[in-house]
């Protein structure tokens, strides 16, 4: 009910449920192509934060309360749509103001599928936890919880997990993959690029027609 509650991708993955958990916000998702505020990669997501800071922390959640936050820095469903660098590089650092944990979900972007081991690597990012699936065990059902040894972000007693009963196979195929590393990420680096080039050139050409579109309409007047 943790993970349900948390996400907030579509209704049908609810519908059926009772009450969810309290104590959990959502902000709307950055998406730079077609920014609801007309903003480039460079600052979408403006909005997004100032409704954090100047809504939600001041009339829904205290921050020195707050406990974590948690996103992907990839939006993998239909399409991948990378989250801008500069509002994942804004969170963390409302987060550290705060003292919030700051949690990035790799489950489908991990393991060098970008380009680079995580895709948080991209944008500069360092996160106090960091989840993991999939690819750790290339398809085999394993996950796994990463935190920094930076803070002591779960507390002894105050955790509960199920991967005891994993089986050996999975943990074997996680093992396998790890020597691997730069084998791995060497093959899938060349690929991981493209989706990452692809939304560039979307986006530049978004900011061609939006200037062109300015252009036609100074014209008429």
Request: with cysteine; proline share 5%; glycine share 12%.
């Amino acid at each position: 009910m943790g993970a349900l509650s948390l996400t907030a991708s579509k209704s049908t993955q609810r519908k059926g449920f009772g009450a969810l958990l309290g104590g959990i916000e959502h902000i709307p998702y950055p998406y730079a192509y077609r920014c609801a505020h007309g903003h480039t990669a460079e600052t979408c997501g403006a909005e997004i934060l100032e409704q954090l800071e100047g809504q939600i922390f001041k009339r829904l959640f205290d921050p020195r309360t707050s406990r974590a936050s948690s996103l992907s820095p990839f939006r993998a469903k239909a399409v991948m749509c990378p989250r801008p660098s500069f509002f994942l590089q804004e969170l963390q650092r409302i987060c550290r103001q705060h003292g919030i944990m700051f949690i990035v979900d790799e489950v489908q972007s991990g393991m060098g599928r970008t380009g680079k081991w995580w895709a948080s690597e991209h944008s500069g990012i360092e996160p106090d936890i960091l989840c993991s699936a999939k690819g750790i065990a290339s398809g085999m059902p394993l996950g796994a919880i990463i935190r920094t040894g930076k803070r002591d972000a779960l507390e002894t007693g105050r955790t509960r997990h199920n991967l005891w009963r994993k089986p050996g196979v999975s943990c074997g195929s996680a093992g396998h993959n790890g020597p691997d590393r730069e084998r791995v990420q060497g093959k899938r680096s060349p690929h991981g690029r493209l989706p990452l080039r692809a939304a560039g050139r979307l986006d530049q050409e978004l900011q061609d027609r939006r200037r062109c579109t300015r252009s036609r309409t100074n014209g008429r007047h």
